[in-house]
């Protein structure tokens, strides 16, 4: 075996255990409380978009250069941050707190991490090399795939939420991605340590979640149900 492959064997033993790591502690510390109770559930996700704007303007007044500059990432912030913070006030209406408990579950511990393993060890076309260089079409399929197995068999989820979630969580992912190569940083912060920041860790939720909650608002109004706030 090739030094190479050895460390990149090695380096993959490591984030798992990581990984692992950081499931546990989503489980016993923010899933299972979150599941029981919608308040709770919902200052998680306060927290978690508070937070995550700051990180967003923490990094850009710290590495952004010029007036177009922040003209652009002022558009980009308010394309990720007015739906959420819209969402925030009608999710409980349309799928409930517990749908997005699960959400947390697909995208985080099973998306990111299936497209993670199959793209590191059958990825061999890279899908988008100057945002997220890691990313091959072989890891995006593999990922949907076991997403899709998983959420359908575990949570019982129609399968087009499940493709809506995993579709729109890559999208956030990338998303990101874009704002940091544009910033020249590899992490929004060092809040999670090695995990980087609530970006970082949640940039795929923020959309899947997104999605999730605009598509219930749509289909309502659709068959003309209304919204009660």
Known sequence: MHDGEQK???????????????????????????WRSPPFCHAVLCIVLAGGCLEFWWAACSHAVGTQEYILLTVLFLGWFLPSLAGLQVYQDVVGHKCLVECLVIQLAVGDSAQMLVGRS???HYACPTISPKKTYEGYLGGAAITLLYASVV???????????????????????????????????????????????????????????????????????????
Not at 9 to 32: C, S, T
Request: charged share 20%; proline share 2%; glycine share 8%.
């Open 122 to 124: 059958m990825g061999r």
């Open 8 to 34: 990149r064997n090695k380096w993959d033993v490591v984030e798992l255990q990581k990984r692992a790591g950081v499931i546990v502690v989503l489980v016993v510390a923010l899933l299972v409380p979150m």
């Open 155 to 229: 949570h019982r989820w129609p399968s087009l939420n499940v493709i809506v979630a995993y579709t729109f969580g890559c999208i956030g992912d990338l998303y990101f991605s874009v704002v940091k190569r544009r910033l020249g940083i590899k992490d929004y912060s060092r809040l999670l340590s090695s995990h980087g920041g609530l970006l970082d860790r949640f940039d795929s939720f923020i959309f899947a979640s997104n999605a999730l909650v605009w598509k219930a608002v749509y289909q309502q109004i659709l068959s003309g149900r209304r919204i009660v706030k």
